[in-house]
T-cell receptor, first 112, second 115 residues
Framework: LAKTTQPISMDSYEGQEVNITCSHNNIATNDYITWYQQFPSQGPRFIIQGYKTKVTNEVASLFIPADRKSSTLSLPRVSLSDTAVYYCLVSRQAGTASKLTFGTGTRLQVTL | NAGVMQNPRHLVRRRGQEARLRCSPMKGHSHVYWYRQLPEEGLKFMVYLQKENIIDESGMPKERFSAEFPKEGPSILRIQQVVRGDSAAYFC?????????????FGNGTRLTVT
């Protein structure tokens, strides 16, 4: 499975838009890109998943360029409660047994 | 619709004892994954199971660790003769199919402390 690289940490002020970019140069044709959020003492929570172009839900947007070698998670107008670790993962499509490999994630700190 | 349930939330064991961690997947989910997380680190894959079958155990130590997901009941991660290095948070996740299209649903983990 493709290895992912993302910044170790980011800081933001409340109300700003935060963009976290993840590199996955070796992504395969059948791979999806998934982002998770983890708060202290909790399990990761699924945020968004995409294959190409742009995906948007009530929480975030995911931008994937045509070559799919990177992706950007966009969090609009962050609040203090968005302080968490964000993980980017690449995984095979449904029907293919596979493990999901988490990197060290990006630790986002939101302050006033 | 209950999420992934893990118990206990906290478990303290002395060195040499056995630890049993239980995971009940979401209703309708037949795929279970176990991960371990050390403080300030990311999650490390341990094992992937479907009902009654181990699909991938490449991340699980060969000795002292075992996992099962019986036809009835929760998935169990068992650690025999625990050592201090086993102290970590152990997370279970489930999915309705082989992970990929719909992501994983995680429990809130079991925090194992070995004294």
């Amino acid at each position: 499975l493709a290895k992912t690289t993302q910044p170790i940490s980011m800081d933001s002020y409340e109300g700003q838009e935060v963009n976290i970019t993840c590199s996955h140069n070796n992504i395969a044709t059948n791979d999806y890109i998934t982002w998770y959020q983890q708060f202290p003492s909790q399990g990761p929570r699924f945020i968004i998943q995409g294959y190409k172009t742009k995906v948007t839900n009530e929480v975030a947007s995911l931008f994937i360029p045509a070559d799919r070698k990177s992706s950007t998670l966009s969090l609009p107008r962050v609040s203090l409660s968005d302080t968490a670790v964000y993980y980017c993962l690449v995984s095979r499509q449904a029907g293919t047994a596979s493990k999901l490999t988490f990197g060290t994630g990006t630790r986002l700190q939101v302050t006033l | 619709n209950a999420g992934v349930m893990q118990n206990p939330r906290h478990l303290v064991r002395r060195r040499g004892q056995e630890a049993r961690l239980r995971c009940s997947p979401m209703k309708g989910h037949s795929h279970v994954y176990w991960y371990r997380q050390l403080p300030e680190e990311g999650l490390k894959f341990m094992v992937y199971l479907q009902k009654e079958n181990i699909i991938d155990e490449s991340g699980m130590p060969k000795e002292r660790f075992s996992a099962e997901f019986p036809k009835e009941g929760p998935s169990i991660l068992r650690i025999q003769q625990v050592v201090r290095g086993d102290s970590a948070a152990y997370f279970c996740a489930s999915s309705p199919n082989a992970a990929g299209e719909w992501g994983l649903h995680f429990g809130n983990g079991t925090r194992l402390t070995v004294t």
